[in-house]
């Protein structure tokens, strides 16, 4: 679920050591003030620390020393603003402990390291991306020839490579083909907010698309899905100076998947994903999700929310009688965009900008994730990139401001994300970031959750051995 590129603060102003409490460090992408970011009822002092918290206030995973804490107000007021706690999202788990390495340790250039070694080659990734686009461009160009149900579909790249996050090869793709339907009628099916049951509403100007209901006048998901990849395996069979197949269908998966042959170089998957793009409003379960006030403003948040509604061919596993008629709701239009325009700041990470290592953060968390799954495959299945970006997303929430993700704290940031991640494991609660009801990390997975969490905890104790493994 994919785009990149980003902002930065504005090039005439020095990045401060430390911020005001509650304070964006520059303009939001509307060119307004960022908000006050809402302060903590209630005293923490108290409190007994989670286990997040007390090993990352431990000592320093990577031989370096840990961070003491200011004995004095004086001393509290140099600490960088990357160190200050901020309000959470509601649903959230609480936010890892104040104290962390120090940006400054033995361990901290190593982290930029292993995301230096992460970065795609510019040949590998033009050679990969221009299969895709040839491969792609073929089908919909197919598609739009042929009149049948899917003329009017237009293409979209989503995911991490269109993020501009991936890690280590240029080989996996997301592409959207995306169905627009004026208005529908969204029904949930249980009560995550995430999945739907669509009909249409009076009088639609889309009746080439009844042959798709079901009994009960439902859309149904499964009929749509399998009539799109009749339709492209036949076509894949005219594609002649690039060798594509469509993989077998993976049970639950919205997902068509070519496999294209780029020798000397690893294969290339493309997952092609039917998205059915709706003219009207996110639906109410979104409505206390996307909490951006803080981090790029309110006027952003309304300029979004104003994006209309998708929605992928995904079955509902909870259901007791699987159907194939049910669709869930799609943010990766609305990641991409985050992901692309990330600063507090309208210039973070342009080319006359200050850099921030938020995004560097995220490939060191995926691939963090993806290294543990390789290692333990089954006990790890349950969990994909997509949970790591979730925990992400919400640490950009909880440290809105662009001095919060200083490049030269790359260390500690990633420290203190990993440490959002860990405690969400250890109650079982993610809250998807559009969707706040809707759990992420089921507590029926807790005995997944719990082993997730004891090999982070081995590897930050131990300094991340398993980034060097593969180098």
Request: glycine share 8%; aromatic share 8%; with cysteine.
């Amino acid at each position: 679920m994919d785009g990149a590129g980003g902002r930065k603060p504005q090039g005439g102003r020095r990045a401060r050591s430390a911020a005001p409490r509650g304070r964006g460090a520059g303009g939001s992408p509307s060119g307004t003030a960022t908000p006050r970011a809402p302060r903590r009822v209630g005293s923490t002092a108290r409190r007994r620390p989670s286990a997040a918290q007390s090993l990352l206030a431990g000592p320093a995973a990577s031989g370096g020393e840990e961070l003491p804490a200011p004995r004095s107000k004086a001393a509290a007021a140099r600490v960088p603003a990357a160190r200050r706690r901020t309000a959470l999202p509601d649903g959230a788990a609480s936010a890892p402990g104040a104290v962390l390495r120090s940006p400054s340790v033995a361990g901290a250039p190593r982290f930029r390291e292993v995301v230096s070694r992460l970065a795609l080659g510019r040949e590998d990734v033009s050679e990969a991306s221009g299969l895709v686009n040839r491969v792609v461009s073929h089908l919909t160009q197919a598609l739009h020839g042929n009149g049948g149900s899917f003329r009017s579909i237009n293409r979209q790249g989503s995911g991490s490579y269109y993020e501009h996050v991936k890690i280590s090869q240029p080989n996996e793709f997301d592409i959207m083909l995306i169905l627009v339907i004026e208005r529908l009628q969204l029904d949930e099916c249980d009560d995550t907010g995430a999945y739907y049951y669509l009909t249409f509403k009076r009088n639609p100007k889309e009746r080439y698309l009844f042959k798709f209901l079901d009994e009960e006048g439902k859309i149904s998901a499964l009929k749509m899905l399998q009539e799109l990849r009749e339709v492209i395996k036949q076509e894949v069979r005219n594609i002649r100076d690039v060798e594509v197949t469509v993989q077998r269908r993976k049970a639950g998966s919205p997902a068509i998947t070519l496999q294209i042959k780029n020798p000397p170089a690893a294969d290339i998957s493309v997952d092609i994903i039917l998205t059915l793009e709706v003219k009207q409003s996110w639906p109410p379960s979104t409505r206390d999700g996307f909490k951006i006030e803080s981090w790029l403003g309110r006027k952003v948040k309304r300029t979004y929310r104003k994006y209309p509604t998708y929605l992928v061919a995904k079955q509902n596993k909870e259901e007791k009688v699987l159907r194939g008629n049910t669709w869930r709701l799609s943010f990766s239009h609305m990641e991409k965009a985050l992901l692309n325009d990330h600063g507090s700041s309208k210039t973070c990470c342009e080319a006359d900008g200050l850099k921030c290592c938020r995004k560097s953060c995220l490939k060191l968390l995926k691939y963090l994730l993806e290294q543990l799954k390789m290692k333990y495959p089954k006990k790890l299945e349950k969990f994909c990139s997509y949970h790591v970006k979730t925990a992400f997303l919400h640490s950009c929430v909880i440290w809105p401001n662009d001095t919060d993700w200083q490049l030269g704290d790359l260390g500690y940031c990633f420290q203190k994300c990993l440490g959002y991640f860990l405690d969400c494991l250890q109650k079982s609660q993610l809250p998807h970031f559009f969707i706040p009801k809707y759990n992420l990390l089921s507590p029926e997975d807790k005995a997944s959750n719990n082993f997730l969490s004891r090999q982070i905890n081995s590897e930050l104790n131990n300094g991340f051995p398993i980034f060097q493994e593969r180098f």
